[in-house]
């Protein structure tokens, strides 16, 4: 059984950095991607950023250049590095692991099976 615990979320200022952690056990090489996703109240779950098995990584228009997705395999952890924050990325933040045979989309919410409990990051104006 995959499991996942993301930390490293809190408020900030505009502009401010944070590095989310996302403490992965249970993974194996069946288990392709890893992903982060944002939901914000009363919005839909959105994709943030994956990166795979073979380090291949996805962004959306609205954070790439600005969010970068990495991976420590001997620890077992994917970050995810935010700089230049804005008030509209205010959200709880969510990691994600997909399943063998998981051929979704890699950007969307049902390509993972697995999710960790979430980290609010509130960006201040």
């Known amino acids: 059984q995959v499991q996942l615990v993301e930390s490293g979320g809190g408020l900030v200022q505009a502009g401010a950095s944070l590095r989310l952690s996302c403490q992965t056990s249970g993974r194996t090489r069946d288990n392709y991607a890893v992903g982060w996703f944002r939901q914000a109240p009363g919005k839909e779950r959105e994709f943030v950023a994956a990166?795979?098995?073979?380090?291949?990584?996805y962004y959306p228009d609205s954070v790439e250049g600005r969010f970068t997705i990495s991976e420590d395999k001997a620890r077992n952890t994917v970050f995810l590095q935010m700089n230049g924050l804005k008030p509209e990325d205010t959200a709880v933040y969510y990691c994600?692991?997909?399943?063998?045979?998981?051929?979704?989309?890699?950007?969307?919410?049902?390509?993972?099976?697995?999710w960790g409990q979430g980290t609010q990051v509130t960006v201040s104006s």
């Open positions: 994600a692991a997909d399943r063998a045979g998981n051929f979704k989309n890699i950007m969307s919410v049902p390509r993972y099976d697995y």
């Open positions: 990166i795979t098995w073979a380090d291949s990584t």
